[in-house]
């Protein structure tokens, strides 16, 4: 790239004014653009779709124009999904600040209709929090916390005996940095923890913290010793209902599910009567076949149930991870080198 070519970046959703900053202080070639007035405010912390608003037709004018002098956009349009490819036609680069972008980027045909930009994710940055969710998910139902909080809601005492992690035996699906931290931890709690992942050729599953891994094809034999199962995988046309109910019933009686990837991914109505049946114990989560999930869901009411509002990723530090990653791939840009974390369009990750 010409040494004296200037990039605009244009910032799509809410981001703290210093890591604008930080941003803006990587190259003196980059136009950084902000303009939060413009922007959707945020309902929590590292919101980034925020509150729907009406821009003014002044403000909306502003906007548009601002998009179609872009090169790079911080984040997808919230307010420009349908129609960003033809409002920002020099777009050649746009940093996504969630991991599963695939099937957001397919279903509105961006690959197609933007061939020229590149999309990256932002694989890794919520590893910390995910896994953390599913240690306490985990300990949430040994220790019989749901029946702690009724108890003490009614003012009864009864003693009663949980369980413990330790020698216990996780499995966890889809084992990427996501998973390997989930590993990680679990393994400082003394658990034996097996794995599979799309390609094992040439892997040791000790660099994965895992104490086995299994080929896709062997997906029953890892699911036959999985006391808890966590399933942190994409969604793809591979995936889409490959925890149906055949794959419930391998599971030993009594298994814990823990599910952080797509809801897409498990057969909901087998996954509800496996809880029903007590095939599954429990579960845990955090994604469902339609979000919001339906009032009328029989999970809502599962004392077996934790239901987590597609919330066990975000952070509130997790905008500072992102503008680390942001800017490692500003430097990789500007230099000409390979950006990380750059999405497949075909594999959808």
Known sequence: MPANEHYNLLITSYLESEYVQRIRAVDARLQVIYEPALLQPPRYAADHVGRPTKRSAEQEAQWQQLLGQADILFDFDPTHREDLPELAPNVRW????????????????????????????????HAVPLAEFCIMAMLMFNKGLPRMVADQQRKHWERYAGT????????????GRVGQEVARLAQAFGMRVIGTKRSVAGVDPAALSLDRLYAPEELHDLLREAEYLVLITPHTPATEQMIGPAELAALPRGAVLINIGRGATVNEPALIEALRSGQVGAAALDVFAAEPLPPESPLWGMPNVLVSPHSASTSD???????????DNLRRYLADEPLLNVLNTETLY
């Open 164 to 175: 413990d992690l330790e020698d216990r035996t996780l499995a966890i699906i889809g084992v």
């Open 94 to 125: 746009i940093q996504a600040t969630s991991a599963g972008i695939g099937q957001f980027v397919k279903g509105r045909q961006y690959d197609a209709r933007m061939p020229q930009t590149q999309f990256t994710t932002a694989s890794g940055v």
């Open 317 to 327: 530090r997790e905008n500072e991870r992102i503008t680390e990653l942001f800017c």
